[in-house]
Every structure is written in C-alpha cells, then in structure tokens.
C-alpha cells in the first residue's frame, strides 16, 4: 500500500525567513509523482509544485523548492523569503504508477508572524 | 482559478436526504476525480472517471455514486445521508489518466448534514 507521512502537525515562521516541511512516502511503484498542495484559510487546494520521480533535478517555482531523496523515500519543501500569505495547511501528495488517486498526508499547519 | 468548477458551494440538508454535486473539469480534461475532505478523515479519494467510464474506485460508500456525462462534467450522488457525511468534497480534473497530468482541483462543496 501508498503512504505519505507528515510528521509536523505545525510549524511557525518568521516573515521573510525560510522554513522546511517534511515529507516521506512509501511506495513500491517505479515511477511515480509527489506533489505539494496549499489549502489557505479558503479551503481551496492549490499546487504548489510537482516533482517526476525519474528526475533527478528538484522542482523549484519561485521561492518553493524541494529537496527530494529518493532513496530515502523523502520530499521536503522549502519556502523561502516567507510571506503573511504562505500560511496554510500544505499537503504532501503521492500519486502515478497503476493508480490515478492521490494519496494525501495529514498536512501541516504552516504559520507565518509578521 | 484552476479552471474546475463546483456547484453549489455550500449546501445543508438533513439525514436520510439525497444530494447531488456537481463538477465541471478544466477545457480539454478529460478525467475527473471526486475526494472528500472531513476532520477525522483527511483527503480520501472516492472515485475517478476518464472519458465517461469509470476509471479507479476508493472507499466510496455503496450509498454515494457518480457519472461523467457526454460533455465530461460529473455528478457525485450522495443518498441516505448521514451526520458523518458532512465533509468538504472536492472535485479535480486532469488531462488524462494520471500519468499525463496533474490533478487541478475546484473549490469544493461544503455539505453539512443536520
């Protein structure tokens, strides 16, 4: 079976500072996709950004970043220079391979204080 | 604006009721997916449908049901309805079957059930 395990329920930050979620997931499909969705206060789920497991290469977009450890079966995100408007719960999502479902972790709460 | 969009957005009815969500994917999507989102439960897949069939079933419950009708919108039955069932329920659509695309998601339905 798929998991995916966020083992921070919240984290908090400092405007302007950088912060890391962490991510693991098990797996025993060969290719396969991780994902990050935002869900702000409106409940709208949001990408984030997407990673191929068959890249080496970590995604980035703008001031979102990923460090991704396949062997460790690892996909953090790293949120730099945090804005007020990053906080929300983020969601780290597994999916691909001979399933078309995500299969989602139980979030983290991200605060961001001014 | 991912381009899915939800109706209603917020909907009340009592138990033993039946209700029907409706989903419009993004132009040019052709799969849709259906999550319900609760506090106990987190982001469960429910069920997935490609081009008018059905693709992929999760732990959708036998009283809850679903199409994709010609021009690809989709319509998540819930019946017999009880207080358990009050969630956010999500739609989301993508390109393809999975492995083509990433999954957009609209804004959701809230249903509370009295």
């Known amino acids: 079976a798929q998991t995916v395990t966020q083992s921070q329920p919240e984290m908090s930050v400092q405007e302007a500072e950088t912060v890391t979620l962490s991510c693991t997931y098990d797996?025993?499909?060969?290719?396969?996709?991780l994902f990050w969705y935002k869900q702000p206060p409106s409940r709208q789920m949001i990408l984030v950004i997407r990673q191929e497991a068959y890249k080496q290469q970590n995604a980035t977009e703008n001031r979102f970043s990923v460090n991704f450890q396949k062997a460790a079966k690892s996909f953090s995100l790293k949120i730099s220079d945090s804005q007020l408007g990053d906080a929300a719960m983020y969601f780290c999502a597994l999916g691909g391979g001979s399933q078309g479902n995500l299969i989602f972790g139980k979030g983290t709460k991200l605060s961001v204080k001014p | 604006d991912s381009g899915v969009t939800q109706t209603p957005k917020h909907l009340i009815t009592a138990t033993g009721q039946r209700v029907t969500l409706r989903c419009s994917p993004r132009?040019?999507?052709?799969?849709v997916y259906w999550y319900q989102q609760s506090l106990d439960q987190g982001l469960q897949f429910l069920i997935q449908?490609?081009?008018?069939?059905?693709?992929a079933k999760g732990n959708i419950l036998e009283r809850f049901s679903a199409q994709q009708f010609p021009d690809l919108h989709s319509e998540l039955n819930l019946s017999s309805l009880e207080l358990g069932d009050s969630a956010l329920y999500f739609c989301a659509s993508s390109v393809g079957s999975f492995e083509e695309g990433t999954q957009y998601f609209g804004p959701g339905t809230r249903l509370l059930v009295l």
């Open positions: 449908y490609y081009n008018g069939e059905e693709r």
């Open positions: 132009s040019g999507d052709l799969s």
């Open positions: 797996t025993s499909e060969s290719d396969y996709y």
